[in-house]
């Protein structure tokens, strides 16, 4: 599967960004997604997941009420709602792709348990 991530930018705090990762190929169902980050210095981190169905979900504590992941499978699409922005949530975002079983929150909170990333998008988050 190949992922094409889009719409990262420039926002004030406390605005919003909404990113979306397009999926090729016509298993996109059979994937759990996620979007992780990493800012310059800083080692990469989970920010959000999403089972292959969408039923289950899990966040990073540092994004949580703030950040909604979705998808779409009809349109082999997920999306991040990023809410109320902070400066330190500032970094390239990827989405990743992963096929593994069961969706747990200790393996779909590493990058490790997915075999597909996408290029980043820039996110900055100015104060």
């Known amino acids: 599967v190949q992922l094409q991530a889009s719409g990262g930018g420039l926002v004030q705090a406390g605005g919003s960004l909404r990113l979306s990762c397009a999926a090729s190929g016509r298993t996109f169902s059979s994937y759990a997604m996620a979007w992780f980050r990493q800012a310059p210095g800083k080692e990469r981190e989970f920010v959000a997941a999403i089972s292959k169905s969408g039923d289950t979900t899990y966040y990073a504590d540092s994004v949580k009420g703030r950040f909604t992941i979705s998808r779409d499978n009809a349109k082999n699409t997920v999306d991040l709602q990023m809410n109320s922005l902070k400066p330190e949530d500032t970094a390239a975002y990827y989405c990743?792709?992963?096929?593994?079983?069961?969706?747990?929150?200790?393996?779909?909170?590493?990058?490790?348990?997915?075999?597909?990333w996408g290029q980043g998008t820039q996110v900055t988050v100015s104060s």
């Open positions: 990743l792709a992963g096929q593994f079983s069961p969706f747990s929150m200790v393996r779909a909170t590493k990058s490790s348990a997915y075999g597909y």
